[in-house]
């Protein structure tokens, strides 16, 4: 996540600072692993950004792929990354950009 995140927030809000402050899980708070999570799972996020994630509706964070549901592969969930592309996040730990029109998570 280091590398695909250069070091930098993946959500870039208004408030973001920029800054990888911690790892989210994109799995909901009962489902998330806390060993070894597949980098698909996970995303960094600034301190803001990563409470104003855990304070969205959760239809909206769902739609923006910040959580996904149980079951579903993360890394065929589209990631809303850094506020400007659809992506997905693969378990590699690589990033694959999707074509313009591919962003329902």
Same mark, same amino acid.
């Given at each position: 996540?280091?590398?695909?995140?250069?070091?930098? &927030?993946?959500?870039?809000?208004? %408030?973001?600072? +920029?800054?990888?402050?911690?790892?989210?899980?994109?799995?909901?708070?009962?489902?998330?692993?806390?060993?070894?999570?597949?980098?698909?799972?996970?995303?960094?996020?600034?301190?803001? &950004?990563?409470?104003?994630?855990?304070? =969205? #509706?959760? #239809? =909206?964070?769902?739609?923006?792929? +910040?959580?996904?549901?149980?079951?579903?592969?993360? !890394? =065929?969930?589209?990631?809303?990354?850094? !506020?400007?592309?659809?992506?997905?996040?693969?378990?590699?730990?690589?990033?694959?950009? =999707? !074509? %313009?029109?591919? #962003?329902?998570?």
């Amino acid at each position: 996540m280091l590398a695909r995140s250069c070091g930098h &927030c993946e959500v870039l809000t208004e %408030q973001c600072r +920029y800054s990888f402050d911690r790892l989210v899980s994109r799995r909901r708070r009962s489902h998330a692993r806390t060993e070894n999570p597949s980098p698909a799972e996970v995303f960094a996020a600034c301190t803001a &950004c990563a409470e104003l994630v855990a304070n =969205l #509706q959760p #239809q =909206l964070a769902t739609r923006a792929g +910040y959580v996904i549901d149980t079951g579903r592969d993360p !890394a =065929l969930a589209p990631f809303h990354w850094r !506020a400007s592309r659809w992506v997905l996040l693969g378990h590699d730990g690589g990033l694959t950009e =999707l !074509a %313009q029109g591919a #962003q329902s998570a």
